[in-house]
């Protein structure tokens, strides 16, 4: 029989694992979700109709991929730009005037008919969804420390739910011979429309509760590099874990394995499902096992699954090790994001973290790339790259993830009966 003690702290974890506990806080996390769902289509469809669009355009296979390099150098130094963006006017005026122009991008890239049209609006659209996800990114994780319960984890599960829909989406349109003018227009209009209700869900400021700036805020200026230095490097450490499998995985099943492409793409599917699922439970698991646990837990997971599916000679074991694989690293980037968003006034840690993310993103295709064109296989080259990396996670994690504080209550004392929308600010004053 469970003693009052242990009932009351089963009371307080149910309270923080409810989805909301006010109307403020469901109207900003359907915002947030729906927010996440358009980034998603918006990515998913271009990547889906790329083929179609390097037609319109009238380039080849080799210029499409310089000018794709171009949208992502373009990427990496907006995300240095975004931060300070959302530093100065807000993460909720930064999505209000940027989201509009992400989805602007899908009718540009549907009427790009020249390889300079192409790049322009290639450009624009990788520029502005690194801003649109450094607001995002802010708004979730300050939605989840007022709430005293962390939501990025759910939140990136509706980003991996939003891909699949609108990758599918896409296959559909271009099956059924839609013009991808017509259906990059249409769909703009469609994700225009949801962004009218995002608008009005948003969190208004960026205040953080003092427990929450307290827990990941240096007090030095050396201090401060010191953190944003180990985030970027923590952040480019999980890139590998995560491109490797999602990139490599079919060569795997058919270089190594010589299996057809059904059975490289079921492969695909086991690892992306057992990262949206691991997405979906960080959150939980975070709360029931803390944030330290939870990550040294998902980078043994990912590395465990990812060296038997890189390293044995059997099918069945690539398809459980991919599953595993996606299962723990689906937590590793909420809980860093997290983590970083703590850092920094000037929001030097989500500015790290983006930079270690992109220059990991495109460093780490043409390693794997490099070594499986040598003597090693596809499995081999893999593993020489992820699990170096899941080592150095093991022992730099630990400084990044704050720890769990005695006797610290599960709800923040800043979050009242009518949840975020009314938490208490610095000051004593209240969100409106």
């Known amino acids: 029989m469970a003693t009052a003690p242990q009932r009351a702290t089963r009371v307080r974890y149910t309270g923080i694992l409810a989805l909301m506990t006010g109307a403020g806080d469901r109207r900003t996390f ?6 996440v769902v358009v ?31 171009t949208g992502n150098l373009a990427a990496l130094l907006a995300s240095v730009v975004a931060t300070r963006l959302v530093a100065r006017y807000g993460s909720r005026t930064v999505i209000v005037w940027a989201a509009p122009m992400y989805v602007l991008a899908l009718p540009m890239l549907g009427l790009a008919r020249s390889p300079l049209a192409l790049v322009a609006a290639v450009v624009m659209m990788m520029s502005v969804n690194v801003v ?9 994780a300050v939605f989840g420390f007022r709430r005293g319960a962390p ?3 759910r939140l990136s599960a509706v980003y991996s739910f939003g891909t699949l829909a609108g990758g599918l989406a896409a296959a559909l349109m271009a099956r059924a011979h839609v013009d991808v003018t017509v259906h990059l227009a249409v769909l703009a209009v469609a994700l225009g429309g949801g962004l009218v209700i995002v608008r009005h869900g948003l969190l208004r400021d960026d205040a953080i509760p003092a427990s929450e700036r307290h827990a990941g805020s240096p007090g030095t200026a050396r201090g401060l590099l010191a ?16 491109i490797v ?61 990812l060296g038997a599916a890189a390293l044995l000679p059997w099918v069945a074991s690539a398809y459980a090790g991919f599953a595993a694989a996606g299962l723990g690293t689906g937590a590793l980037a909420p809980l860093l994001a997290e983590a970083a968003s703590r850092v920094g006034r000037e929001k030097e840690g989500v500015r790290a973290m983006f930079l270690g993310n992109r220059l990991a993103g ?33 022992v730099l994690g630990r400084h990044v993830l704050p720890g769990r504080r005695r006797g610290a209550p599960e709800r923040s004392p800043e979050v009242g009966h ?13 969100q409106a």
Do not use: W
């Open 151 to 153: 939501v990025m984890g």
């Open 227 to 242: 953190a944003v230095l180990l985030i970027g490097v923590v952040s480019a450490a999980i890139v590998p874990l995560d």
């Open 362 to 394: 495109f460093l780490t295709p043409v390693l794997v790339g490099s070594l499986a064109g040598t003597a090693l296989t596809v499995g081999d080259a893999m593993a020489c790259v992820a699990l170096p990396c899941a080592v150095a996670l093991l």
């Open 245 to 305: 499998p999602g990139e490599f995985t079919t060569f795997r099943f058919r270089d190594d394995l010589g299996l057809g492409a059904s059975a490289a793409a079921a492969g695909y599917f086991a690892f992306t499902a057992g990262m949206t699922l691991g997405r979906l439970l960080s959150d939980h698991l975070a709360v029931r096992l803390g944030r330290r646990r939870l990550f040294t837990g998902g980078v043994l997971t990912s590395a465990a699954g």
């Open 132 to 140: 649109v996800d450094v607001a995002v990114t802010i708004q979730k």
């Open 30 to 35: 359907i915002a947030l979700a729906l927010q």
């Open 39 to 69: 980034n998603a289509f918006v990515y998913s469809t271009y990547l889906a109709r790329l083929p179609d669009l390097r037609d319109r355009a009238g380039v080849d296979i080799a210029v499409l991929g310089r000018i794709m390099t």
């Open 418 to 430: 009518h949840g975020v929308q009314g938490a208490a600010l610095p000051g004593g004053r209240r």
